[in-house]
């Protein structure tokens, strides 16, 4: 499956991945290729990023076979580091 990845700067690149390879795969695969000129937008770990598709966060465990995803055809997806997830069973709220 080939993956074009969408920086927020715009700066893209594609990828190439299989069927059962998971989001959290994906996001180690490219923290450890991380193209040269995506360098200014480096990550300290693969952890923080986070594959958006579709206007929804992928879950690490979630497939690429499982999405659906046509072989043979680019597949674009927004690639994004996200710092602070929120806590399970939280609301986003703060406790005050």
Not at 48 to 60: E, M, T, V
Request: aromatic share 8%; proline share 6%.
């Amino acid at each position: 499956i080939n993956l074009r990845l969408i920086l927020v700067s715009g700066k893209t690149k594609e990828f190439l991945f299989s069927p059962s390879d998971s989001a959290g795969d994906i996001a180690q695969t490219v923290f450890d290729n991380w193209p040269e000129d995506w360098e200014s937008e480096a990550v300290s770990k693969a952890e923080i990023l986070r594959l958006i598709y579709q206007g929804r966060f992928l879950h690490c465990n979630v497939t690429l076979g499982a999405l659906g995803l046509p072989l043979g055809k680019t597949t674009v997806m927004h690639l994004v580091p996200r710092d602070n997830l929120p806590e399970p069973n939280s609301q986003g709220e703060k406790n005050l």
